[in-house]
């Protein structure tokens, strides 16, 4: 089994590069998110404009990273699940970041595929390591091959916990889907099975239910007898 665990707004409170963008960049990045959201370019094409926007140094970009605030009921999520199951951190945003952040926070060290940044005179930039360009989303990190690779390489089911558009190509086709903010919203629209949350302490509830084994339990339904 493998949990994919979206990183902006999931693991982390909110969207750390929006609000890195708010901080450090001039308030015209909201005008490139709003052609990625309309789909007029890609996330690749609109991470790559906004991060080059970025004006700050390397002490105070890692100063913003520390800060950044973790859902504190993933800890026990996470102990849980990795008893039977493999956890891996997939986002469409920054490696650095989620690395940062995850070792204030305490976490152990958990397998992470995101964005690479790198450090520039007189600020960040950004390249993708994870690219593919089968990837339907047009993601800098194609969640869909990441899932892929790692539960073929694991075996097992894919639960795919997330809350945002990177997460929307992953969720038509992962085994179960918990799912927040506007995942859900487009779960619905779209009538793809899935199971509302708000933390971690909601997934690890309902996981809980499940047989804590290391095959798919038996007794879970089938994706399709999930709703909201």
Known sequence: MLFVIDFDGTLARKDTVDAMLEKFAPADWADIEREWLDGRITAVQCMQQQIRMVKADHIAIESFFRAIELDDSFLPFYRHVSAFAQVAIVSDGLDHAIKVATKQAGLPEIPAYANRLHFVPDGIDISFPHLTPQCNAG?????????????????????????????????????VVFAKSSLLKYCREQSIAHIPFDTFEDVLAA????????????????????SA
């Open 207 to 226: 996981v809980k239910t499940w047989a804590t084994v290391k095959t798919w339990p038996a007794h879970l339904p089938k994706k399709t007898a999930y």
């Open 139 to 175: 993601n800098g990190v194609c969640k869909c091959a990441v899932a892929r690779d790692l539960s073929g390489a694991q075996g097992g089911p894919v639960v795919l916990v997330g809350d945002g558009k990177s997460d929307a190509c992953l969720a038509r086709s992962a085994d």
